[in-house]
């Protein structure tokens, strides 16, 4: 007998809090003074500091640059050397304490000056004069402390997601009302956001955005030369130049957004709905039941990947559904859920039983067919083919989720997208035992009309996902037209680039967002079973937490995949592999399976 596992949703033991609300903004949007810097380190396992180079900027144009270095990790011909540079290029020369105390806390602390660098987490480690583990709310983060004067703050960096947070620690004299906490720019971070590419380098960065500086190549590390001074100065320009161009890519957004809060694209979508005055479900429905969210929980599960042909050649073409997850949300019309101002729980057991059992594959190349799947059904598995999350390995190292045949004893809560799959692949149905849909109520009152990318956006009428990637469509037929020299062509694949990650934004991740705490409690657990734990960390949801549509917009990307697998097998083939959006299948069965889905473009 094997184990599997659920997700489940928590609540405190406490009573529930009121919804508190989000400040819209709680930060500048933009910044007229900035501080970009960057520094060198020792090429061994310590990587310590050794020389750095820093500009402010006041509306664009520079008023102050200067080098800084730590005399104890350069020998005397490297420190001649920076003196000489220093004085033919008319450089303020400062010790790293000067800078610190006298360039960094006067502009990023005092001034409230953007500090800006790229990989801005390691630079500030490196001239930092002690580091230590945070504490309390900051547990799990680092605490920095650059400075001597207890009246200079020490800056706490936590990962958040794949992002740094960045805010300088309370102190005496920074506190309350006049706490201030800084604001800090990894441009790296906003490159690796608004160009779509992880772990983009500086360079490459420069080359995608075609900056007028670029970095500097094939430098030899380690040693202060003049050539590697100027290196780390170019570095500076160039990480202010990538950041004055990424500044111009946000603005295509028209989104009312913090450049210092863009932690990930979901950051932008999440103030795209603040900004129509979309409130979130957890907000507008204040009484929904627990353990329904729980029902939903335990049905979540992700994207769907696996091999079927493995170590084998195999000649395979690759279909890719087109934006996926926005095509789930557009075909089971999800945006009247998220406007809706309440959503009211229906039990529809014996139409479900229905449906299913005069269900054919070809109904599910209907769009009508697609808006009546936001249903959960509760079902006794009994040798039915379907998602399931488990340790496959047996070795205690995690659990995976796969799709294979599960019996159970208990019952289970599933999506119908998912219940469906199963039906297509089991050729059976499965024991029906509830079924409830949920049916939205009225829309939300307070919403705004705005501009977003350029498209006057209604949120009480518009499908603010379906508006943009008909507008996405208008662009890449505009650009067909457009030489790529014209700067028209560079502002329409900025567009193009920026509707593509709003839509995706707005089509996910926001809904399934939870935010572990750094360390075990007390609460209350809604799954299969109700249950009170203290061994785990409570999951904090996120603003937009919606569970019903993370459920619904992942198991209908799945029941494409699946849709496929049942074309294919019809069709007798079978495919090669799968992945979240795509199938690989043979080539001879690809144009005529690309063609049972034409059916569901929304477009």
Sequence with gaps: MSKVAVRGYTQRLEKKEGYRSFRRYDTSLRHNRVLVFDTETTTDQYQNFKIGYFQIYQDGVIQHDGLFHDPT???EREIKILEAYSRNHNLNLYRLDEFIDNVFYPEVFELKTLCNGYNLAFDISRIAKRSGDSRERNRGGFTLTLSKDPFKPPVIIRKLGYSNSFKFTTTKQNKGESYFSGYFLDTQRLAEVLLQSNHISLERAGEKLNTPVQKMKEVKHGKVTEKYIEYLVKDVETTQAVYKALVKELDVYQIHIPITKIFSSASIGKHALSQLGVKPFLEMNPEFPDSAIGNMMTSYFGGRTECKIRKEPTKVNVLDFTSMYPTVTMEMNLWKYIIAESLEIQD?????????????????????TWKKLVVMVKIQPD???????MDYKGNNTGFNVGINYLSS???????LPDVIGSYLLAGKAPKIKEAVKFIPKEVQKGLRKSRILGVDIDPSKDNIVQVLVEERQKIKERSKKTDKNDPEFQHLSSRAQAIKILVNALSYGIFIELNPEDRKSEFQVYGLENFVTKENRFEKSGKYFHPLLAVMITSGARLFLTMAEAKLKELGAIHAYMDTDSVFVPPDKAQELAKFFQALNPN
């Design 73 to 75: 990790t350069l020998n």
């Design 348 to 368: 529809i057991t014996e139409e479900t039983r229905e449906f299913i059992s005069k269900l054919k594959l070809s109904d599910l190349q209907k769009q009508d």
């Design 383 to 389: 040798n039915d083919n379907l998602p399931v999350r």
């Design 409 to 415: 004893n208990s019952e289970m809560w599933y999506s």
